[in-house]
């Protein structure tokens, strides 16, 4: 890799020679891609990967050309509004410093809200109080927050009097799993709508539904178009957000989107001698050499690393001209104090060992890192001699990747949506349909795809994960934050729901809120950058945990270029950034860690144990023995 470098030849232009493209393609520039783009653009990809900033800068680069232009979030953790500096509501707010720019926030909460209300109202007053009460139950599950965020998303797209008024309408959705469940959506309740005949559902009367059918194949259609839709597809430089992105990719076309183009963000040179820079640098084109095939045939635009966070008009602008100058900062007095001794990961897992069993769960906004937290942990407690399972609730599930070997003490596990539906629908029938008649049972089975079951079926694997915490340790690698907080809330529902198909709750089921509310059992460590977005979202998350009375044990600040000695003039405008997120997870934090980025890629047994080693490993000296061993 030295060799390359030194020759000024990677890999990736060996693939870009051979799709007959170049590193300094004009076609793949920020500003060819604003200029190209279409009616209607979705920004997605793997949770962290620049979607908001890209899509704001997207959004503000066409109003700053002259066009009218509607940005909206669809993402259950939205930070929209932190980015813009604007705070935005679910009406069309026009900013300000931006003439021809209207953005708006789809809280799924509120839209969950109004849904219901529009359900229930008509019912009020004219019939008995218990039917309406049975109404508002079967409304207030997790389905209904999908379902009431995709009403509010299908008209912006399949209803054109909605959105005359603009010339482009630009998606900020949700990390892909989530995202992917969204645009799944109009085909899963179409088929539905279309099969069922008991005139009920999980979301109450089905009357309310068919009159969105129509919206649900306009909004179809209208994403399938090619000339008027464009997936941008965003990736970091790195093995697994490529590797994620390889799988949206294959769901998207699929779903028959075919207009996607890669958008590759935070590509770095290092151009000069810093260890730590060149490391960087070699790491991105170890992932980029191995670029699956599905990726290597989209068109693609390529950003720069910034140095700075983008937050406020002034950054976003910085994005859209390439003046990395345009929001420097100044340097940090702590910038250059990397001897500061950091709380380490290792002292969590020391306190974790000594109540000898439990249940870890790793949580967060997407892309912070939470899995490989999860593994690591995992692989340091079986490494001492403790019996472990390692699962995950994410819809991405890399923990045993993450591994990515047999460790003693250790099993891998991941809960698999489709296999525990089809168990738990198996299941349900022969509890609740082996009284029932023909007739009877064709209505069960109706009622178990909907797609409420999948959701209360992987809540139950869940609590039965967490139930494993009393013989042993559990950890638990869970989905990205609104996911996570929609499994936790929905508890009550469940209850509510899993008593229409079977007699007899589970007790794991009964037991889970205390078990995640006892913290001499169960321990939440909040995974988080030290950047704004993450650190701000990661404190939203723990007053919704505090509101549900879980108290977060501790949070980890991962990929921290602070405890590191730098030269690199990029590297360390980053690392001064860094410290007043490093000092508002001080304030926020009961305990704390800060794990270092690393050279080598954290995978692995040898690779997730340099997170969980009695040193953060910051000399040069060490920074130069990792490249070595990351170039060889």
């Known amino acids: 890799m030295a060799i390359l470098r030194k020759m000024n030849w990677w890999p990736w232009q060996a693939l870009e020679r051979k799709n007959g493209d170049s590193m300094t393609n004009p076609d793949n520039t920020f500003e060819s891609f604003v200029k190209a783009a279409p009616r209607f653009l979705f920004f997605t990809g793997k949770g962290g990967v620049g979607k908001t900033t890209l899509s704001c800068a997207t959004a503000v680069a066409l109003a700053d050309s002259g066009r009218r232009v509607l940005l909206i979030s669809t993402d259950p953790a939205s930070n929209l509004t932190e980015v813009l500096g604007t705070n935005l509501t679910s ?20 839209a969950a809200h109004e849904y219901r209300e529009k359900v229930v109202a008509p019912y009020r007053g004219k019939v008995p109080p218990a039917m309406v009460a049975s109404i508002e139950e079967q409304l207030s599950g ?6 009431a965020a995709f009403n509010e998303f299908s008209r912006f797209l399949g209803n054109p009097e909605t959105t005359e008024n603009y010339d482009h309408i630009v998606f900020d959705t949700a990390p892909t799993g989530h995202t992917l469940r969204l645009l799944q959506l109009p085909a899963a309740w179409n088929q539905f709508l279309n099969t069922n005949t008991s005139g009920t559902s999980c ?3 089905l009357s309310g539904l068919q009159s969105q059918h129509a919206l649900y194949a306009k909004t179809l259609e209208c994403m399938a178009d090619a000339s008027r839709t464009q997936v941008a597809l965003v990736s970091r430089p790195e093995r697994t957000a490529l590797t994620e992105a390889e799988r949206s990719r294959g769901e998207l076309g699929a779903l028959g989107l075919k207009n996607i183009r890669l958008l590759l963000n935070g590509l770095f040179n290092a151009g000069d001698e810093d260890p730590v820079a060149r490391a960087m640098a070699d790491r991105q084109q170890v992932a980029l050499s191995r670029v699956p095939d599905g990726l290597q045939l989209l068109p693609r635009t390529e950003i720069p690393l910034l140095a700075f966070n983008v937050t406020g008009m002034a950054a976003i602008r910085a994005v859209i001209s390439g003046d990395r100058s345009a929001t420097k900062s100044t340097q940090d007095p702590l910038a250059q104090q990397s001897n500061v001794k950091w709380p380490e990961l290792s002292s969590l897992i020391r306190e974790i060992e000594a109540q000898g069993r439990g249940v870890i769960l790793t949580m967060g906004k997407g892309g912070v890192g939470k899995t490989t937290m999860a593994a ?8 001492r001699g403790h019996r472990v399972h390692l699962t995950t609730t994410d819809p991405a599930a890399h923990v045993a990747n993450a591994v990515g070997e047999s460790v003693p003490n250790l099993s891998v596990s991941r809960i698999d949506p489709v296999a525990e539906t089809a168990a738990y629908a198996k299941e349900s029938m022969a509890a609740a349909g082996a009284d029932l008649d023909e007739e009877g049972r064709k209505l069960l089975e109706e009622d178990l795809r909907s797609p409420c079951t999948e959701e209360i079926a992987v809540f139950r694997a869940f609590a039965a994960k967490v139930d494993m915490g009393r013989d042993g340790f559990v950890v638990l690698d869970t989905a990205p934050t609104g996911h996570t907080l929609l499994l936790l809330d929905a508890t009550e529902a469940y209850h509510r729901e899993v008593s229409r ?23 939440v460590i909040i995974v988080t950058l030290p950047e704004a977005t993450p650190v701000h979202e990661a404190a939203q998350l723990q007053d919704d945990l505090k509101r549900a009375g ?17 030269s690199n003039v990029l590297l360390l405008a980053r690392q001064s950034n860094e410290h007043r997120y490093i000092e508002e997870v ?3 934090a009961d305990h704390f860690a800060v794990a270092a980025w690393l050279a080598q890629e954290p ?18 000296k060490h920074i130069k023995q990792e490249v070595q061993y990351a170039t060889v």
């Open 586 to 588: 001080r304030q926020l």
């Open 203 to 205: 979301l109450g009367p």
């Open 91 to 110: 009406v069309p707010l026009q900013l300000e410093s931006v003439p021809g720019l209207w953005a708006l926030d789809i809280d799924p909460e509120t």
């Open 603 to 620: 995978t692995g047994v040898d690779g997730l144990r340099q997170l969980t080693s009695e040193s953060l490993k910051s000399s040069s």
């Open 142 to 147: 997790a389905c209904t927050t999908e379902i």
């Open 550 to 566: 879980i108290n977060p044990f501790a949070w980890v600040i991962n990929q921290s270029l602070s405890p590191l000695k730098l």
């Open 376 to 383: 690591a942990i995992a692989v340091e407690l079986a490494s």
């Open 501 to 523: 198909t079977q007699s007899d709750l589970p007790e794991e089921v009964r037991n889970l809120l205390p078990r995640l509310r006892d913290p001499a059992f169960s321990k």
